[in-house]
């Protein structure tokens, strides 16, 4: 009783909580509505065929397009995650303050950040497809996201390292750690869950990627026998099979496994965030 008397006599305040909670429950519901959508119309079209391990016309299987997702995932991560990290430590941990090479690489990966991912697609195509002569191929499709990501996995990095109080590195210092020591012992175990929370959100960049893989990777429904073989990940499967009109509920099939698929890389990225932070802190 007493909020609410403070409530009415600030006004603003009320409105403000109320448009909050607006946003709150809309934002809600339409996760909820686009969630319920996907599972009602895919999951009574989850057949058997849809799991063989051969695509064909008649199948239209996924399963050659969920491992070729698993590969260009794991591949493209183990490629920029250690770029986006270590370039993340120099600018934070090294550099010195003010200068300039900081200040133009983080305008830079800005910029990178809010390029289309048609125009990746058009410089891999040009130079990993054409200029390097890979073809369309599982490699070129994994350097073009590689290159895609980077900038967000570097500024996530940053802002986590960044938020890691000075007093735990100068406790190192005064324990006698060098720099070296005290950023991979002390720092970056305090950052880990920040930049577990950059890899999660590059993954769902990865694994919802479409426009830039056509482009590099190409659309070649098979598993691939090495790294120029051409692969088909979900979602191009997803934007293939709705372009063709004659596999709708197929593709609402496809979209269930990708649902669960990225729900399944997000727990798991969780979960090793919590044990990191856990066996830091203890």
Known sequence: MKKLRELKRKPLSLFLRLIMLLATGITAFVIIFLVGYILIKGIPNLTPDLFAWKYNSENVSLVPALINTVLMTLMTLIVAVPLGIFAAIYLV??????????????????????????????????????????????????FTLAIMILPLIMRTTEEALMSVPDSF??????????????????????????????????????????????????????????????????????????????????????????????????AASSYIAKKIAGGHNG
């Open 169 to 266: 590195r100068e406790g190192s210092f005064a324990l006698g750690a060098g720099k070296l020591r005290t950023v991979f012992a002390v720092v970056l175990p305090s950052a880990v869950p920040g930049i577990l929370a950059g890899v999660i959100l590059a993954v769902g960049r990865i694994v919802g990627e479409t426009a830039a893989l056509i482009f590099t990777a190409g659309t070649v429904a098979r598993i691939p026998k090495n790294l120029l073989s051409s692969a088909r990940t979900l979602s191009v499967h997803m934007y293939n099979l709705s372009n063709e009109g004659l596999y709708i509920n197929q593709t609402y099939a496809t979209a269930v496994v990708l649902l669960a698929l990225v729900i399944c890389i997000n």
């Open 93 to 142: 941990e090294y550099a010195k303050r003010g200068n300039k090479l900081v200040s133009v690489v983080r305008m830079a990966a800005e910029t990178l950040s809010g390029i289309p991912s048609i125009v990746y697609g058009l410089f891999g195509m040009l130079f990993f497809v054409v200029a390097l002569k890979w073809g369309l191929s599982l490699l070129a499709g994994v």
